[in-house]
């Protein structure tokens, strides 16, 4: 599996921006696909996730209401909506899939995806 994230820039508070995760290669034994982030000097955190097929959606709680995560099967890839965006969203997103399944309650570790993307760069400015 090999995934192409895509999608950041810079937005002023209380903007929007979409992000997307293209997947290539074996899509058809993707389980579960994740949105992290990475400010700097910071851990990298958990964002959303989906099921690759059922679409069952997972939130982080900084994100609830603000944040969307859909998946377009046909394109291979997911989508992260981001509306009203703060200042303290800045971060480098980054994409991850996973072949086993992941439990429900494991979505938001990152060490359960084995495959990354390479980081889109997300800015907001105050």
């Known amino acids: 599996v090999q995934l192409q994230a895509s999608g950041g820039g810079t937005v002023q508070a209380g903007g929007s921006l979409r992000l997307s995760c293209a997947a290539s290669?074996?899509?058809?034994?993707?389980?579960?696909v994740g949105w992290f982030r990475q400010a700097p000097g910071k851990e990298r955190e958990f964002v959303a996730a989906t099921r690759w097929m059922s679409h069952r959606t997972y939130y982080a709680d900084s994100v609830k209401g603000r944040f969307t995560i859909s998946t377009d099967n046909a394109k291979n890839t997911v989508y992260l909506q981001m509306n009203s965006l703060k200042p303290e969203d800045t971060a480098v997103y980054y994409c991850g899939a996973e072949q086993e399944y992941v439990d429900s309650a494991a979505v938001s570790q990152r060490a359960r995806y084995n495959y990354w993307g390479q980081g889109t760069l997300v800015t907001v400015s105050a």
């Open positions: 290669r074996d899509t058809f034994t993707i389980s579960t």
